[in-house]
């Protein structure tokens, strides 16, 4: 007789409560979906050429909170500077790099942009993406509830978090008409200045914008009796959107589980092994809450970097968003068969 699985019901996230289950099937293998409600696999490498080809072009939706719009995760592909400066007055952003390197000016000073930083940009601060290098690719998650860094360097899993260098004195730049795109939810209003209002750097206190890369993460072994849960990287003060590092570690495989209040989203960013069938850098993953998953083993010894944004909104693909993704299974978040069939 086979032996039944045991399914985790589990509610406010990794902190629980839980209850188990045990069902005679693998509730993670479902045949087919008909309805938008499913997990879905995003590939920024299949979006329209046209979609970035202007430099004014701001980052385009992909998944949207479908209830009070309080978060947006977005898409951004960049080869050239942007020609203008740009405030969100009404949101906090991560910036999650995926691919390339630039420069990030901003009213606090200057940082390099490379593969793999995770950017806390807050609300109402003016920056400009200059210098280029490559293909700069990031995944933005634009945020109404404030975020905040939820850890610090030191003895901790970060070992180094960086702020903004000041620029070069004096700063140069060229006379003539300055724009800066202001933000304000799904509206823009260009303002325009004799100047550039960009740049400054920090006089006192420290800097509201800052940075660390995965690389900087000490990794955890979760194994032992210690720590049992991923790394917290940002958070906000309702719990309503996390972030935590979900890279390669030692352990046991995740459960079969429900997670009832939080969608699960994984920017996978690469390295020299998979997560499951997860292997293309810049692959994001979205399980809508309550339906049940597993998800690959963590324990892959040539490593892999991602992070895990659980977040309380409803998160429903955009019309962009569903042209660059496929049905997911659940279980090695590979395409579902299903989808796999109907595209031969």
């Known amino acids: ?20 289950t045990a069902k005679p099937d693998y509730i993670v293998d479902y045949k087919r979906v008909a309805g938008s409600y499913a997990p879905r696999r995003f590939d920024p490498a299949t979006i329209s050429a046209q979609a970035f080809a202007d430099p004014r072009m701001l980052p385009v939706p992909i998944l949207r909170d479908c209830g009070d719009d309080a978060l ?53 601060i003016s920056y400009r993406i200059v210098d280029v290098r490559g293909t700069l690719t990031e995944w933005i998650a634009v945020s109404r509830p404030p975020l905040s860094m939820a850890m610090a360097p030191g003895f901790g899993p970060l070992r180094r978090m960086d702020s903004p260098s000041p620029y070069a004195d004096p700063i140069s730049r060229q006379s003539g008409e300055y724009e800066l795109v202001i933000r304000h939810g799904d509206q823009l209003t260009s303002v325009f200045y004799e100047f550039d209002p960009v740049p400054g750097t920090t006089a006192d206190g420290p800097s509201p914008v800052c940075k660390f890369n995965l690389d900087d993460l000490c990794s955890i072994d979760l194994s032992g009796e210690g720590l049992l849960l991923p790394p917290k990287i940002i958070a906000d ?108």
Do not use: C
């Open 237 to 344: 003060e309702t719990d309503a959107n996390l972030f935590y590092d979900l890279s390669a570690r030692k352990g046991d495989r995740p459960s079969i589980h429900y997670n009832a209040d939080f969608d699960e989203l994984g920017f996978f960013l690469g390295g020299s092994g998979a997560w499951g069938d997860v292997s293309v850098p810049g692959a994001l993953t979205h399980i809508p809450k309550g339906f049940p998953h597993q998800g690959p083993i963590e324990d892959v010894p040539e490593g892999y970097k991602a992070v895990l944004l659980e977040t309380r909104q409803r998160m429903t693909p955009t019309a962009a968003g569903l042209e660059i993704s496929r049905l997911m299974e659940t279980n090695q978040f590979g395409v579902h068969p299903s989808a796999a069939a109907q595209e031969v």
């Open 1 to 20: 007789m086979p032996e039944p699985h045991v399914v985790a019901y589990s509610r406010n996230g990794f902190v629980g409560p839980f209850a188990f």
């Open 72 to 124: 947006s995760v977005e898409l951004s592909i960049r080869t050239a500077a942007m020609p203008f400066g740009v405030r969100n007055v009404f949101a906090d952003e991560v910036h999650v790099v995926t691919g390339g390197a630039a420069s990030l000016e901003t009213e606090f000073g200057v940082l390099s942009l490379v593969k793999d930083d995770i950017v806390l940009i807050p609300r109402a």
